[in-house]
Each structure stands twice: as structure tokens, then as C-alpha cells.
């Protein structure tokens, strides 16, 4: 075959089409590759490398850090930026290297070309420190001090156990002080702002006539003893958080940082030390499991940029679970309307399309929608009928996890009504007909014959909407999540499910840590962490959809034929 | 029936002979009325719960209109009180003003005192005298910006009066009471205007943000500017005023009215010929005039002019009742001068009034025929005109909240009114057409929703929002059209069936990917790519379609029995291997290209050239959103090329014609409504995405097709900016419009998408 008739025969239009379709394929799996090295990578516990940057006056200095990408360069583009390039070099490469020391170096992540470089070495004994403000440290542990007297060098046989222990005891102690602080003292706030709630409702009873004088003075004197009662608990409660906090400050660590300088590290700021160089791969494993359970089980640090994203899992679940209360039986019932009861016609047509393009409508629509009506709206009015005591304060009348969740089911809706009314439609009709000629009623048929043989296409609906609902942002920016949430929504106060609070979400948290975070290098990782544990949420959801649909068509084909 | 005994342990508990195993009679009457009425329960249950959601879904529009039609609303006066105006009857009313909870109002008058009482009664609370010194009469008056409270009356002597109404709030047993008092910021004695002591019959006064200043015409014709600077003394609170005096160039014609502005840099003389003077006083040693324009018709008068909030434009009314705005712009010769801005809808009667709105460019209009009319500048609106009066309107005194005005005829009789004007910024012009705002020298389209001061005119143009919202989705389309489309006809048509059930689910689960992580993506990790690799970009571009042809090529030429082992519809596989090559080799060479033909970076070569470059751009995107989409186009389009009937592919192959052949004159065109719809949807998909914009563009909002531009979509500004708005505020209000334009427009383009598909069905049904 000549080039001519290659080209008349269609074939490069194939090849074109051929190739289109590997690209997406590409893209596809290149996107979730790229998410998944970055997201599992991230609690691997990568070497840390110690070099010496030598500069053009033959001044030298030492960095100690993790190298977190590097970067290819022109010679001249960095020439332009003031730096001493040798001339014969066309292309420099250049190291992002996270030096942690925040509160020392002012930087955590710096850009540093080859050009001066010396060799990397890992030496064994470098060690990095996760603590709970200024970031990740890394240096050299120099000696351990408890109440100011030295307990043990680093150069001691069994320091590292010894730091160990200690950072164990402050962890231990932080877990107290903070069962502390979020579980016995959280209650006591919750049953104060009962009591100030409820000697406002008194005075608002008192204004509008309904109770007398005498009851008043006679109730607020029982609020004033409860209110008594509970300063005199907290202040147990305080008594004892003002011990934990000294005992937990009786251990420092003096460490080196890599200029040599010694730096003091309250060992109650120690989340975890490591010397990963040191770490053989069962130990790297360890570490692994360790991290990765932090993450998931973990509540968020330092604007969110470390720690974990247990809240942002929690809302997320939390909402889908009230948005699926809402939104099955509705769809269903509509679905079942739609397909059963209504008289077929062209206004139904109507009604069926439009309902089937809501699915296709902006998801901000119902956000704005939810804002507007669910929040502006009935919250206020309920705000107005059921919490007048709270006012000016709002109640329902702010966005919330109530709202968020019905604006999902109204988004979410049309995907279980399409989802549902299609595995209706399904049903062979001889089924339908013979259930009829037994002598069932309509009712009968559709809810015992009809309904339970969907009852997996509804599931699929279902699912599809969870997985939906747990990737949509944009309108729950507008009604109820937001960056930090301080209480969860479910919690052992009375009334242990708060819907009128605000949540934590795992898209939004993508969001806000990925893009309004102060230090945009230091969250990246944990974006990706997140992104992947979004990810493999949905991605399981919605093959485990796409597994009971095929079931189901599988099973009707054999019922049909 | 056979007589066979039945043993007793067949027979149910209680049976005995005679009696039959049916319910009595009356138990399947009440079984079946049970039946019955379970039945009605579930239709009427059924059929009001699904009516129920179909109603809900409706209520979407239904409130999103709800919300928006306010700003369609003209305004409301309601009159409630009239009474003859308190205080000397006799004396001419210089000025008449309400403070912000419509509790009391105030007037000023020619026997120079200050009558404060209250607008719904007309009740006296409190009248102030005006320390005038004895021999020297009231010649002329003058209010500054109505927010800023300021009076002065112009003296015989040559001197001026600088008054300023306040309020004292108080909550005495937790209920409001405010007192009313009068306070001098220059002190209670005159100061100086004319040194030589000629009577003042004009006059102007400002407070700028370095002090005071006046402007006054003496009878002899002569032009005075002052400025007074105070310092309030620490130990004794006296104040002290300092002045500095300058004679300006005598205005031609017969002086009608002095305006002087807040920044101190302009006056404006208007004379009785209907010309108006501009003097640029930013230095008023060399203050001269720059400007004189007639500002009415032609042989017609100006009769009222006042600045609007924020003293940047003129309003100004002539006897033939026509109303123009006017402010400075910048020609070409850097010389301001001034411009008619636009013009309102005229009254049939001579202006009488003109009072500005205290925080929105509003104002109210009286005219000789005692028509009201409420006018918005920047959205050139004509709120209300309505006869209040026979008489003509000499004084509007408006509440500083825009709740209540009061209304003064010639006769001395008031009318104090409820006002209700929610929402004057918001008009079909405004939002849709181009405005000439305020500082400008052009009109433009431009959205700017709030400002660092009270006086900002908001802008609220949802033409850049709307071309964002195109370009991003024309981008993303030209990314994901081709891709879905062509990998949609190979799926369906070319592939392997093994290899088109692993790879369709594939893709088609990408639609549930969350947009978020794209975005993410598309903002953190493919923006700064590209922008550091941006000829490996476009080298990808364009060897990607030649390496395939090449290949093909290739293959066609390879031995035919290696050929004929694969079997067909595996192009897609053997490319992976090329295509992925050909990336990596465009990524390693693109920083070589950068050295060798860019001088080291594209992106500053870009630059140079003068192209703008943002790392958010339209490009990043395009590609984004493009990915977003290629599921959606992908999977309709090729569930309509792979429903085309077997029989006419098999019919066309019989008859001779090639595989390729029979795709493109057979299969495409039966199929072509189906991907016509699938264009559709993913367009509708497209102009709707609100976090990929939001996290990979800059989110400015500027009218452009530049690919290396950012833009800001209407999903992405609801997004961004309805949570900081005022509840129930026009801004506020806007945004749902936007909501509403986005739905109404999905919805237009997902039910056509919807209507071809389902005549497609019915047609392939058909063949």
C-alpha cells in the first residue's frame, strides 16, 4: 500500500481516534497515579540529607532537610536573579529543601541550586521532631533536661529510649488534658449556656405575661444554684489542668540545629521524633501504620496544615448519613409516583425531563438556593418561633449541618429518582401482570413484588448520590462548612446530635488548606493525603454502584427471558 | 370429591364438620375494606409524596425569582403626615434635612435660625438662634454634603457662619432619645471671607479631609476662596482657626451657584445663562478657569444643581425640566473637562429641587409642578414620578437611611412621607450594558462590588462575569471535544470488546471525581508545570496527533504476518508506549528549548513581547475542565454510536464499503444528534463548574479571550462573594440573579441535549 493510499483508506482517522482515546486513558490513570504517589508518599518517612552549600567569597554553609523536589533551571534565568553562575553551564537544577526550624530560620522551605553543593551524606543520628507549633524540626539531639538538670547526653547509652519515654509521659499527659478539656469541661460550658438559655427564656416568659413574679424569682433562684454548682466543678476541673500543664512542661530537649547553634524544645511540644536515616524497613513500616492512623484519627494543627482530618471525615459522614435519611424515601417515593401512579402524558414528559436535567443543573444554584431559602428563610422563621431565648445570636438561622445536608438531598435527589425509576422500568411487565391476576390489589403489587425486586437499582440511586454528595464543595461553602470546626456534631451532650452546628468537610478541607493556607508548602502533602482518602471514598462507592447495577441487569435478563 | 377420610392431624385446631376454612363474610368485607383502603393510602400517599418533591424541585426557581424581582420594583412613597412648616412661617426655608431614626428633622431658614421638630407631628423639639453679630444680616446660604451635616449662611459683612446639626443618642429606662444640638466647627464668631467686608451673595463650603473651604461671591462681583485649617486645643478645647485667602478670576455672566468639592480641587460656577464654569483650585494661587460648557438647551436656565454623594458628579436641572449628570474626565491633552455623563427621563415642569441620596449615587427631584422623582445615576433609572402636590416643590428633605422624606411646597405646607426605594442600583443597563461610572473616561463594563468608602458607586456588570464564564468553557470545550468525541468513536466503534469494557467504566467513573481535587490539581500542581514548561506544552500540542499518524504509518508498513497475529482494534494499546514517550521526550528537551530559542524562559519572553502571562490561566483551565468534561461528552456520545443498529453497519460492509467508510457515512450521521447532545451536556457542565475556576484562575474579573489570562465565571463569584454580602441587599440580590441566569441556562442547554437523545432513541428504535 502506497503513503496516497494510506491516506484515502481512513487509516490515519483511525489512528487519530485511537490515539484520542489513549490520552484520556493516559490522563485518567496519570491523574490517580500521580494523587496516590503523592498521598501515600507522604507518610513514608523520607531521608534526610545534610550538605554544605559553599558560595562564590568561599563562605559556607550547612543545611540539614528533606528534599522535597527538584527543579530544572536556566542558567541564565538564575543569572538574572543576581546568582554567580559558572559561564559553560546552560542548565542548573535546584533542590526545594524542607529545613523545617521554623521558629528558628523564619523559612521552613528553601530553593537551593547545585551550583556549590556539596556531596549529601545521611547520617544516622539526625533526627526530625513533629511538634505541635512551629512545624517539623530537624537537627542533632544534643542533651536531655528535666526541671533544668541534665538527665542524659546524647551520647549516652539508651538517650534515644529515654526521649522516647519522656515525649511518651507529655503525649500521655496532652491526651489527659485534653479529655479534659474538650470531654468533662465542654459539658460544663454546654449546661452553662443551658442555664444563661434558659433564664433568658424565663425573662422573655416573665416580659410577655406568661409567668408571674413569684415563679420567676423562684426558678432563677434555681438556675443561680446550678450555675453555682458548675463554677464549683470547674474550678476542680481547672485546679487540676493547672497541674497537668506544669507537669507536662518538666522535660526539655537541647538540640543542635544544622549551624550548630543549641536550641531548647519543650518536650511537651514533641509530638514524635524519628531519625529516619537510622530506620530499617520494619521500623519504616512501623512508622507508616503510626502516621497514616495519626492522619485519619488525628484533629487538624496549625491552621490545619499538619495533624489530622478525623473532624473533616467525621462531617463528611456525618452529613451524607442525614442527607441519605432525606433523601431515600423521598426520591423513591417520587420515582415510584412518576413511573406507577402518575397518568402518562405529555405535561409528565415535561415534568420527567425537567426533573432529570436538575441533576445536570450548577450545584452553586443550590447552594445559593440553600442559603437563601433553608437558611434565610425557615431558619430564621424557626430561629423566631423556637429559639427566641439564643437571639440576636442565630440558631438554625446560620448555615449549619442541617442545611447542608438538605441542600444535598434536594441536590442529590434527582440522581435517586433517575436511578430509581430506571430499575422500576426494569421490572418485566409479566411479573407486574401475574402478581395483578392473583388478585392482588395495585398497592400490594407495588410494594411487595415491584419495590423490593428495585430495592437494588434504589441502592444504586443511593449510592451514586452518597458519592455525589461527598465530592460536591461548592455549595456547602455557602451553607454550613467551614474551615475549623471547634465541637463535632455529634458529641455526649445533651442533645448529642447538634444540627444547628457548623462541620468540617473533606472537599472544602482541600480547598481551604490547598488554597487559603498561610504556608502553601507545608500543606501540600496532606492535600494530597486528603485528596487520596476523598478519592478512594468515591472511587469505591461508585464501583460498588456500578457492581450491584450489573447484578441487577444480570438477574432481570435471566427473570425476563 | 372423594370420601377419604382426613386424618385429625390435618385438620386446623377447632375444625369440626360443617364448617368451612374461609373467613366469615363479614371478615373479607373487612379484609377487603382493609385492602381497599391500604390501596388508596399508597396512591394518595404515593402520588402527594411524589407531587411533594416534583414541587420542591420546582421551588428552586420559583424562590430564586422570588428574590430577584425586588430589584425590578420601582420605589413607593406613602404619604402619612402634612402640616404648615415649623417654625417663622414667614422666613424662606434655605434647607431641610431628617437624622438616620426619622425622629426629628431640622430647618433652616433666611432669620437664621435652626427649628428642630419632629417630621411625623411637626412639633417643635428645640430652635437654635444663629449667633449672628448685630447689624449684620443673612445674604446667602449653603449646605455641604448632606452626610457631612454642614450649613453655612453667608453675612453682610463679608463673613460666614459654619453650622453643623447633630444628635446626642441616649437610652434612658432602655428607649431611645436623641437630642438635637447645634455645634460650630469654626467657632461661633464669623469667619472671614472678604476682608473688605462686601455683603456675600454666593456661597460654597466643603470639608475635605485638610480642613474646610468656602467660596463666596461678593456683590461686587468678586470671587473669594478661603481655606480654614482648626486645632482643637488639648488643655482648654478651644479652637483655634487658621485661613488662608485667595481672590480667583471673576466668572463670567451673572452668578447663579458656587460648588465646591470634597477634595478640594474643583468649584463650579453655574450662571444664569445655563453655562457652567470649572475652576481647578488644587492650587488656588493659579486657580483659573479650565472649562465652561452649557449644560442645558439653549436659551433655557439652570435651576437646580447639587452634587451627588461623594461630590464627584453634578446633577443638574434646567427650566425646561431636564436632568443631566456631569463630572470631570480626562480628555486626551490630560485637561479635565467636563462631560455629560447621561441624562435622565425630563419632568414636563422646571426642576425646583434636587436632594442627593447620603450613601448611594440616588436623587430626588421636585419640580414646579409638584412632581416627585426618584432618579438612580449609574443605573440610569427613573425609580418613581409622581404628582405630589399642585404647588411647586421648593425643599426635599430625604433620611439619611433612604426610609422618609419630607416635602416642601411653596406655600410653607409639609409633607412628610414613607419612602420605600430598596434597591435603585440594578437595572438592565447597569448589568447588562456598558456605564460610564464615576472617574471614568469611558463607559465600560466592569464589576466591582464594594469599595473602601462610603461614597463608591458599585458596579455591577455581569458581562465580564459572563464572557469568563464562556472563555472558560470555550476552552475547556476545545480541549474535551476532540478528545471525547474521537475516543468515543474508537471505543464504540474500532475497539477490541475486551478493551472497551475495562476502559469505558474507567473513564466513565471520572465523572464522579470531585471537582475540588481537579481544581486542586489543575491550581497547585499543573499551573506552576506549565508555567515552567510551557514549550514542552505546546510541543505536546503538536507532535502528539503526528506521532499517532506516524505510528499508524509505521504499522501499515510493518510485515503483514506480525500485523495479522494482533487482532484488530489494539491501536489504542500499541500508542500507549509512543504517546507516553513522546511526553517524556517533550518534557526532558523543553528547558533546552527555553535556553536556545527563549533566552532561558517562555514566560518571560511571553512578557516581553507582550503577552500577558498569569500561572492561573485560561490555558490550566481549559485543560482542568476539559478533563472534567471528556466523561460526560465521552460516555453519551459513544452509548449513541454504539446503539446504532447493527444492521445498517453490517448492510454498508456488505455492500463494499470500508470499515472507515461505513463509520463516516453511515454511522456518524445516524449518531451525530446523539453526540450533538452530548456536546451539550458537557457545555452545560462546563458553564456551571464553580471549584475548578475558583482554584485555577485568578478570579479577576476582566474581559478578555487571552488564553495566558485568568478570568472569574458567574458560578465562581456567587461562590466567592455571597456569603459577605448584606442579606436582602441589591449585591446580594444580584448574585441570586446570576444564580438564576446559570440555571436557566443549564437547563435551556441540558433539555435540548435531553430532547435530541430522546428523539434519538425513538429513532434508532425506528430503523
Redesign the interface.
Known amino acids: 500500500m502506497t503513503f496516497k493510499h494510506w491516506l484515502k483508506s481512513g487509516s490515519p482517522w483511525i489512528w487519530l481516534n485511537a490515539g484520542a482515546i489513549t490520552i484520556s486513558m493516559i490522563m485518567v490513570v496519570g491523574l490517580l497515579t500521580l494523587i496516590a504517589v503523592r498521598g501515600f508518599g507522604h507518610f513514608w518517612p523520607s531521608p534526610i540529607i545534610e550538605t554544605t552549600l559553599t558560595d562564590a567569597d568561599g563562605e559556607s554553609i550547612t543545611i540539614i532537610g528533606e528534599v522535597t523536589r527538584s527543579q530544572t533551571v536556566a542558567a541564565d534565568v538564575l543569572r538574572d536573579a543576581g546568582l554567580e553562575v559558572p559561564e559553560n553551564l546552560l542548565l542548573v537544577n535546584r533542590y526545594l529543601i524542607k529545613q523545617g526550624n521554623r521558629d528558628v530560620w523564619g523559612r521552613d522551605f528553601v530553593w537551593y541550586s547545585e551550583i556549590g553543593m556539596g556531596e549529601w551524606d545521611y547520617p544516622r543520628d539526625v533526627m526530625r521532631l513533629e511538634r505541635r507549633e512551629w512545624g517539623d524540626f530537624y537537627g542533632y539531639a544534643v542533651r536531655l533536661l528535666a526541671n533544668g538538670t541534665v538527665v542524659s547526653e546524647a551520647v549516652d547509652e539508651g538517650f534515644w529510649a529515654e526521649l522516647q519515654a519522656r515525649i511518651q509521659r507529655s503525649n500521655d499527659l496532652f491526651d489527659e488534658i485534653r479529655g479534659i478539656e474538650r470531654g468533662a469541661i465542654g459539658s460544663i460550658n454546654n449546661a452553662l449556656e443551658r442555664v444563661r438559655l434558659g433564664e433568658r427564656r424565663l425573662e422573655l416568659n416573665r416580659e410577655a405575661g406568661r409567668i408571674d413574679q413569684a415563679e420567676y424569682e423562684r426558678r432563677m433562684a434555681d438556675f443561680a444554684v446550678q450555675r453555682q454548682r458548675l463554677d464549683e466543678d470547674y474550678a476542680v476541673l481547672q485546679a487540676q489542668l493547672d497541674q497537668l500543664y506544669v507537669d507536662v512542661r518538666r522535660d526539655t530537649l537541647v538540640a543542635a540545629v544544622a549551624d550548630g547553634r543549641e536550641v531548647e524544645i519543650a518536650v511537651g511540644q514533641i509530638i514524635r521524633a524519628v531519625q529516619p536515616n537510622a530506620m530499617v524497613l520494619s521500623d519504616k513500616l512501623g512508622f507508616y501504620v503510626d502516621t497514616l492512623w495519626d492522619f485519619f484519627s488525628g484533629f487538624p494543627r496549625e491552621a490545619n496544615t499538619e495533624g489530622g482530618i478525623f473532624p473533616a471525615i467525621f462531617g463528611t459522614v456525618a452529613m451524607v448519613l442525614i442527607m441519605s435519611i432525606i433523601v431515600t424515601p423521598f426520591g423513591v417515593l417520587a420515582a415510584i409516583y412518576l413511573r406507577e401512579y402518575a397518568r402518562q402524558g405529555p405535561l409528565l414528559r415535561i415534568i420527567r425531563i425537567s426533573v432529570y436535567n436538575l441533576a445536570g443543573v450548577p450545584s452553586i444554584v443550590f447552594g445559593v438556593f440553600g442559603l437563601g431559602f433553608f437558611i434565610y428563610f425557615i431558619g430564621g422563621a424557626i430561629d423566631q418561633q423556637f429559639f427566641p431565648a439564643a437571639l440576636p445570636a442565630p440558631t438554625f438561622g446560620t448555615p449549619g449541618l442541617m442545611w447542608a445536608s438538605f441542600t444535598l438531598a434536594l441536590l442529590t435527589l434527582p440522581v435517586v429518582i433517575v436511578a430509581t425509576e430506571e430499575g422500576l422500568s426494569r421490572i418485566p411487565s409479566t411479573i407486574r401482570q401475574g402478581s395483578l391476576a392473583l388478585g392482588a390489589t395495585k398497592s400490594e403489587t407495588l410494594w411487595k413484588v415491584v419495590v423490593p425486586l428495585a430495592t437494588p437499582a434504589m441502592m444504586t440511586g443511593l449510592i451514586l448520590a452518597i458519592a455525589r454528595a461527598a465530592g460536591e464543595v461548592a455549595p456547602l461553602m455557602l451553607v454550613g462548612v467551614v474551615k475549623l470546626a471547634p465541637t463535632l456534631p455529634i458529641d455526649g451532650n445533651f442533645p448529642f446530635i447538634h444540627l444547628e452546628r457548623k462541620i468540617m468537610h473533606l472537599g472544602f478541607h482541600i480547598y481551604d488548606v490547598g488554597f487559603q493556607s498561610p504556608n502553601a508548602e507545608a500543606a501540600q502533602p496532606l492535600v494530597y493525603a486528603t485528596a487520596l482518602t476523598l478519592v478512594l471514598i468515591i472511587i469505591t462507592l461508585n464501583l460498588s454502584a456500578i457492581s450491584i447495577r450489573n447484578h441487577l441487569r444480570e438477574k432481570y435478563r435471566s427473570a425476563s427471558d | 370429591m372423594s370420601d377419604l377420610p382426613l386424618s385429625s392431624s390435618d385438620q386446623p385446631k377447632g375444625w369440626s364438620p360443617g364448617r368451612t376454612l374461609l373467613p366469615s363474610g363479614e371478615q373479607r368485607a373487612r379484609l377487603r375494606k382493609w ?2 383502603f ?2 388508596n ?3 394518595y ?3 402527594s ?6 414541587i ?5 426557581f420559583v ?2 425569582f422570588y ?1 430577584v424581582v425586588p430589584l425590578l420594583r420601582p420605589a413607593s412613597v406613602t404619604p402619612q403626615t402634612g402640616y404648615v412648616i415649623p417654625g417663622d412661617v414667614h422666613a424662606e426655608t434655605y434647607y431641610l434635612t431628617m437624622e438616620r431614626y426619622q425622629e426629628l428633622a431640622v430647618r433652616f431658614s433666611s432669620d437664621g435660625v435652626a427649628t428642630f421638630f419632629e417630621p411625623d407631628s411637626g412639633t417643635i423639639r428645640r430652635q437654635f438662634t444663629l449667633p449672628i453679630p448685630e447689624g449684620v444680616t443673612i445674604t446667602s446660604f449653603t449646605a455641604g454634603e448632606p452626610r457631612g451635616r454642614l450649613v453655612a449662611f453667608g453675612l453682610s459683612d463679608g463673613s460666614a457662619i459654619v453650622a453643623q446639626h447633630a444628635y446626642n443618642l441616649t437610652f434612658p429606662d432602655d428607649r431611645r432619645h436623641i437630642e438635637p444640638k447645634l455645634e460650630f466647627p469654626l467657632g461661633e464668631v464669623p469667619v472671614v471671607l472678604d476682608p473688605d467686608g462686601r455683603t456675600i451673595t454666593h456661597l460654597a463650603l466643603e470639608r475635605g479631609s485638610q480642613g474646610y473651604i468656602a467660596a463666596g461671591l461678593t456683590d461686587d462681583g468678586r470671587l473669594m476662596l478661603s481655606r480654614y485649617t482648626t486645632t482643637t486645643s488639648m488643655f482648654t478645647g478651644e479652637v483655634e482657626v487658621r485661613q488662608q485667602s485667595h481672590q480667583l478670576p471673576t466668572p463670567p455672566g451673572q452668578t447663579e451657584r458656587l460648588l465646591v468639592d470634597s477634595t478640594h480641587r474643583s468649584l463650579y460656577v453655574a450662571d444664569t445663562e445655563g453655562r457652567l464654569h470649572y475652576y481647578d483650585i488644587s492650587s488656588p494661587a493659579q486657580a483659573r478657569i479650565v472649562d465652561s460648557q452649557q449644560v442645558v438647551a439653549a436659551g433655557e436656565q439652570i435651576t437646580a444643581i447639587d452634587f451627588l454623594v461623594g461630590t464627584l458628579s453634578l446633577i443638574v436641572g434646567g427650566s425646561d425640566g431636564s436632568l443631566s449628570q456631569w463630572f470631570l474626565v480626562r480628555g486626551a491633552d490630560r485637561v479635565q473637562r467636563l462631560a455629560q455623563v447621561r441624562s435622565f427621563e425630563p419632568h414636563s415642569a422646571p426642576i425646583t429641587a434636587i436632594a442627593p441620596e447620603l450613601a448611594r449615587k440616588g436623587f430626588y427631584v421636585g419640580d414646579a409642578a409638584g412632581t416627585l422623582g426618584i432618579h438612580y445615576a449609574t443605573s440610569n433609572r427613573t425609580l418613581l414620578k409622581q404628582q405630589l402636590t399642585e404647588r411647586p416643590i421648593t425643599h426635599i428633605g430625604l433620611s439619611p437611611v433612604n426610609r422618609a422624606m419630607l416635602v416642601l411646597d411653596n406655600t410653607g405646607q409639609l409633607n412628610f412621607l414613607n419612602l420605600r426605594n430598596p434597591h435603585p442600583e440594578a437595572s438592565l443597563q447597569a448589568l447588562w450594558g456598558r456605564v460610564w461610572y464615576e472617574g471614568r473616561s469611558e463607559p465600560d463594563y466592569v464589576w466591582q462590588s464594594s469599595g473602601a468608602t462610603d461614597d463608591f458607586e458599585p458596579k455591577f456588570s455581569l458581562i465580564p462575569m459572563t464572557v469568563g464564564t464562556l472563555k472558560a468553557a470555550f476552552y475547556a470545550m476545545l480541549f474535551a471535544i ?6 468515543a ?3 464504540a466503534y ?2 477490541q470488546r475486551h478493551m472497551r469494557s475495562a ?1 469505558k ?3 466513565e ?2 465523572e ?6 481537579l ?3 489543575a ?3 499543573l499551573a506552576p508545570f506549565i508555567e ?1 514548561h510551557l514549550p514542552a506544552v505546546f510541543s505536546i500540542l503538536l507532535l ?2 503526528l506521532s ?2 506516524v ?3 509505521l ?2 508498513r510493518t510485515p503483514a504476518t506480525l500485523r495479522q497475529r494482533l487482532p484488530a482494534g489494539l ?6 508506549p509512543v ?2 514517550l513522546v ?1 517524556w521526550a517533550c518534557i526532558a528537551v523543553s ?2 528549548v ?2 536556545w530559542f527563549f ?3 517562555m514566560r ?1 519572553w511571553l512578557t516581553d513581547v507582550g503577552i500577558t502571562y498569569d500561572q492561573r490561566n485560561a490555558l490550566v483551565v481549559g485543560i482542568a475542565m476539559g ?1 472534567a468534561v ?1 466523561p460526560t461528552i ?1 460516555s453519551i456520545a459513544e452509548d449513541a454510536i454504539y446503539s446504532v443498529p447493527k444492521h445498517l453497519t453490517q448492510g454498508s460492509l456488505a455492500l463494499g464499503a ?4 461505513t ?2 457515512n453511515v454511522v456518524l450521521p445516524t449518531a451525530s444528534p446523539g453526540i450533538f447532545a452530548a456536546v451539550m ?1 458537557g457545555f ?2 462546563a ?5 475548578i475556576v ?2 485555577a484562575t485568578g478570579n479577576s474579573p476582566v474581559i478578555n479571550f487571552n488564553i495566558f489570562e485568568g478570568m472569574r465565571t458567574l ?1 465562581a463569584n ?2 466567592v462573594e ?2 459577605e454580602t448584606a ?1 436582602g441587599g441589591t449585591h446580594y440580590r444580584i ?2 440573579l446570576s ?1 438564576l441566569v ?2 436557566i441556562l ?2 435551556l442547554v ?2 435540548t441535549a ?2 435530541v437523545r ?1 428523539r434519538l432513541r425513538q429513532r434508532y428504535s425506528n430503523l
Not at chain 2, 49 to 54: A, D, H, L, N, S
Not at chain 2, 571 to 576: K, M
Not at chain 2, 658 to 661: E, G, N
Request: charged share 10%; aromatic share 14%; no cysteine.
Open positions: 385492602r381497599y391500604k390501596n393510602f399508597s396512591r400517599g404515593v402520588g409524596g411524589g407531587i411533594g418533591v416534583v420542591a424541585l420546582a421551588l428552586i424562590y430564586l428574590e476532540p478528545l471525547a468525541v474521537m475516543g468513536i474508537y471505543t474500532f475497539m476502559v467504566p474507567t473513564i467513573i471520572m464522579a471525581l470531585p471537582t475540588v481535587i481544581g486542586f490539581l491550581g497547585l500542581w515552567s502528539l496527533p499517532m499518524l505510528m499508524g504509518y504499522w501499515m491501536e489504542a494499546l500499541l500508542l500507549v504517546l507516553v511526553v528547558p533546552f527555553e535556553v533566552s532561558g524562559s518571560q478533563f471528556i465521552f470500508s470499515t472507515w467508510q463509520l463516516y451536556m452545560g457542565r458553564v456551571g463548574e464553580t471549584m475558583l482554584m458560578s456567587v461562590a455571597l456569603t442579606v448574585l441570586f444564580a446559570l440555571l443549564t437547563f441540558n433539555t435531553e430532547v430522546q
